[in-house]
Nanobody, 115 residues
Framework: QVQLVQSGGGLVQPGGSLRLSCAAS????????TRWYRQAPGKQRELVAAITTGGRTDYADSVKGRFIISRDNAKNTLFLQMNSLKPEDTAVYSC?????????WGQGTQVTVSS
């Protein structure tokens, strides 16, 4: 089982930017599909962005053009660059790695967009 450790997040004003990181305990990107999810209070968890083993990316409509998912294979780290943040982006963000029936989650990190 792979361990995922998140960093980043915090409080930012509307229009600002943040970058989230998700460090894996070993090299996973050649075999695991990796994703970012978020969950706002009182709402269901939402898929934000995904990147396949081949590097293809996909985004929720609500974040297209503002968020970028990427990875550093050498550092076994997944990123989520969040730009032009809006108050509705406020949520706990979690990274996820899936390979077949195996699924690992980061610990989650709070992102609050507020003036």
């Amino acid at each position: 089982q792979v361990q995922l450790v998140q960093s980043g997040g915090g409080l930012v004003q509307p229009g600002g930017s943040l970058r989230l990181s998700c460090a894996a305990s070993r090299n996973i990107f050649s075999t695991y599909v990796t994703r970012w999810y978020r969950q706002a209070p009182g709402k269901q968890r939402e898929l934000v962005a995904a990147i396949t083993t081949g590097g293809r990316t996909d985004y929720a409509d609500s974040v297209k053009g503002r968020f970028i998912i990427s990875r550093d294979n050498a550092k076994n780290t997944l990123f989520l660059q969040m730009n032009s943040l809006k108050p509705e982006d406020t949520a706990v963000y979690s990274c996820n790695a899936v390979w077949g029936a195996l699924s690992s989650w980061g610990q989650g990190t709070q992102v609050t967009v507020s003036s």
